[in-house]
């Protein structure tokens, strides 16, 4: 609706499993709210027990494989994305039970696991190409593994890949499609967000390493910081030490564990920072990189502006050297001797405060586990917009279709005195076709340019209002919206009253007579 003549950026995507999610609740009649508590809830509970039962495909025992479902669920990865795109966790949430059932696929012969794996990938990997591929490294290096330790043939880890990448290729065609329809008729997204350079400057060794680096996670506006969660991790000392020894601890079980697996771990964590660091520093990338990003100005490189999308990767690697450390726990032959056959009971003992120490600093770690930051609270608002919306909303449905709707100032975000929906509302509360001014061209160049043009004139206070009604017809648009009630000090935006004003002088038989809602 948004898209003056364009195919939406995405939008396919929800078709499945945000869509029915929020369908079914709304079915039910409960509030959004809950829904979406819901819906976060099942992304955390969902990633560690898949971690978990990777942890014990991989012969880990019940204990351990609890602390590293623990580890991987309680990362801060989950911050920039929970709040506002937590449709792009599903990899996250997806990729420990996508690794087990690769493992399982190599031990066991048939269609069964690859096609496992595969609904798996239909339901995690439609809204976003880039998400999905930067975890495929995972399943991959268990089959480089399992090779090259020679549990499994080259031959069979071919034939599992082959498997696996026929019947996830098919279950995706259908948003693979859309996507190829959406890139050739579509807004060029990519062309008009955010430079490689701006976005890859945060992602360091040290902060992927601890599970950050995501560009969101530090950007802050004058009024609030995009992502309000990310000041304990980055401004309190308790925090950033406690979120390091986890990781610590992950490393530790994997440099000090005797594991037939270590060496998988290690890769892991390995391809998970290469990965995740991506082109840092812009000037000087690492010689991997440097292959791939050419001028940095397309194709691949853009897409690789989200590297740490990959930290799943390193994610699953630290779990799992985390569960190491429980495994392996030793008491000294001298207390051994000391207890006197009790030994089996004491090492339990030793391994279950281990467990539990391991899992405490975890949830410690991860302030907003506790305080509720899992919804920013920069975005909390009422479920249901002003009353005057809901009449104009009304208003505007009842009105002959084949016309548009003109929203006017232009905004960057969904910034409203009454909450910051982040996207622009209109398009949920009415059936009429929306052409507005975002940060990004909602539509094709020829209409974009247009709205862009009538919009700077309104920005500037230096409209001509003949040039209304030409730009309304070349648009197709028979109403105009004033948002009065925009949040214009936050993105330094127009007045709405000098807005008002200026239409003030319209005609009332060419325009006629304006409603005032609310």
């Known amino acids: ?144 593994h399992a090779a ?76 609030a910081a995009t992502t309000t969660a990310s000041i304990d991790h980055l401004a309190s000392g308790r925090t950033i030490l406690l979120g390091w020894l986890v990781v610590l601890t992950g490393f530790v079980g994997i440099a000090a564990g005797r594991w037939e697996h270590r060496r998988f771990t290690a890769l892991l964590v390995g391809a998970g920072i290469v990965l995740g660091v991506g082109v840092h520093p812009i000037e000087d990338p690492s010689p991997l990189m440097s292959l791939l990003v050419g001028d ?85 608002r009422d479920q249901q917009p002003p009353e005057a919306w809901l009449e104009a909303a009304v208003d505007l449905d009842s009105r002959p279709d084949g016309y548009r709707l003109l929203q006017l100032p232009g905004t960057e975000f969904g910034a409203f005195q009454w909450g910051y929906t982040v996207d622009q509302p209109l398009p949920a509360l009415t059936e009429r076709p929306l052409i507005t001014r975002d940060l990004l061209p909602l539509g094709s160049p020829a209409a974009m340019d247009l709205a862009f043009a009538l919009d700077d004139r309104f920005q500037t206070d230096t409209i001509e209002l003949d040039a209304v009604e030409a730009a309304a017809r070349l648009l197709g648009v028979d109403t105009i919206w004033i948002t009065s009630d925009v949040a214009y000090d936050r993105f330094r935006l127009a007045r709405p009253e000098v807005v008002a004003d200026e239409l003030s002088d319209l005609e009332t038989a060419s325009y006629g007579t304006p409603v005032v809602m609310g």
Request: proline letters at 5%; aromatic letters at 12%; hydrophobic letters at 55%.
């Open 1 to 144: 609706r948004q898209f003056a003549g364009w195919v939406p950026h995405q939008h396919i995507a929800y078709l499945w499993t945000t869509g029915p999610w929020f369908w079914f609740f709304d079915t039910l009649g409960l509030p959004d709210w809950i829904a979406h508590r819901l819906w976060v809830g099942t992304l955390l509970v969902t990633a560690g027990l898949g971690v978990r039962y990777l942890a014990r495909v991989l012969g880990v025992n019940p204990l351990a494989a609890l602390v590293a479902g623990l580890v991987y669920q309680l990362s801060p990865y989950v911050l920039p994305y929970i709040s506002r795109t937590s449709v792009l966790l599903l990899p996250w949430a997806g990729l420990g039970w996508i690794v087990a059932f690769t493992v399982l696929a190599t031990r066991r012969p048939g269609w069964r696991y690859p096609a496992a794996i595969a609904l798996v990938v239909f339901t995690v990997g439609a809204v976003n190409a880039t998400a999905l591929a930067m975890v495929i490294p995972a399943p991959a290096i268990w089959l480089v």
């Open 296 to 380: 940095g100005e397309g194709g691949l490189a853009l897409a690789l502006r989200s590297s740490t999308r990959a930290v799943p990767v390193l994610l699953i690697g630290v779990a799992l050297g985390a569960a190491q450390v429980v495994m392996q726990i030793r008491l000294p032959a001298s207390l051994l001797m000391s207890t006197k056959g009790g030994d089996a009971r004491w090492g339990a003992t030793v391994r279950l405060a281990t467990a539990a120490a391991i899992g405490l600093v975890a949830v410690i770690a991860l302030p907003a586990l506790r305080t509720g930051g899992f919804v920013d609270e920069a975005l909390e």
């Open 148 to 223: 090259w330790g020679r549990s499994i043939t080259w031959r069979k880890a071919c034939t599992t890949a082959a498997q696996t990448g026929l019947l996830c290729v098919g279950v995706s065609l259908w948003w693979i499609i859309m996507l190829i329809i959406q890139g050739r008729n579509g807004a060029d997204v990519l062309a008009y967000s955010e430079s490689l350079e701006a976005v890859s400057f945060t992602s360091t060794s040290t902060e992927v390493t601890r599970g950050l680096g995501y560009w969101l996670f530090y950007v802050r506006d004058a009024y």
